[in-house]
Nanobody, 118 residues
């Protein structure tokens, strides 16, 4: 069964960039028809979709984050990474990776908290 595990920096200073990585176990990120997504949840707020990278390596981003977010992948490691530049305290959130399959986010990681200090 596919499992996802996120890892991140924990604490980041404002204006810096950070990366969070998702390792996919017992699955391949190049397998159709899966899309590999990043979603975040700020404290006390709802979920926000950040973007995805699909089985072919194509990416798509939330318009509000497109200028600062970048998703890449390492197919040899079955891992994908979100990089966010110019961080602000508003980027403080639990960052989740998830697999999107034919209309559903069907597998989620446990999430990793990233705190951006002012």
């Amino acid at each position: 069964q596919v499992q996802l595990q996120e890892s991140g920096p924990g604490l980041v200073k404002s204006s810096e960039k950070f990366s969070v990585t998702c390792i996919v176990s017992d699955g391949s990120i190049t397998t159709r028809p899966h899309y590999w997504s990043w979603i975040r949840q700020p404290p006390g707020k709802g979920l926000e979709w950040i973007g995805y990278i699909n089985f072919g390596g194509s990416t798509s981003y939330n318009t509000s984050l497109k200028s600062r977010a970048s998703i890449s992948r390492d197919t040899a490691k079955d891992a994908f990474t979100l990089q966010l530049i110019a961080a602000t305290p508003e980027d403080t959130a639990v960052y989740y990776c998830a697999r999107y399959t034919e209309g559903y986010l069907d597998v989620w990681g446990q999430g990793t908290l990233v705190t951006v200090s002012a």
